[in-house]
């Protein structure tokens, strides 16, 4: 079971800009993000609690500016929430072990293998390269 954090711990391990993406649902700037342009192989996990979310070999050029990947590694590691804010109705990317907000899943891939995009802030994520991940 990957750690819980408190808020105030949450404060000191993450940057501000992390703690406004994840905790805030806050959206970093479009090609900005340190794992845009990042292929290495491995397991993209949430910033805050480590589990395992996105595995590099779902990861596809989206041309979005964001990270983006076709699949989350385990069906359950991540929660869908209907987003209506901002004006616009999108479906929200939780992180389904500790609620963090990571991002928004679009349907408009198709010429990925299930049509769907998730579209996560690179700063709600970090990386385990293949050689250390878990099988
Ligand atoms: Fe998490």
Known sequence: MA???TDEELKKKLTPEQYHILREKGTEQPFTGKFLNHHENGMYTCAVCGAELFSSDTKFESG?????????????AARLIEDKSGGMHRVEVQC??????LGHVFNDAPDQPTGMRFCINSAALGFDPKDKAKK
Request: with cysteine; charged share 20%; net charge neutral.
């Open 3 to 5: 750690k819980q954090y």
């Open 64 to 76: 979005s500016g964001w990270p983006s990947f076709y699949e989350v590694a385990k069906s359950d």
């Open 96 to 101: 389904a072990n500790c609620g963090s907000h």
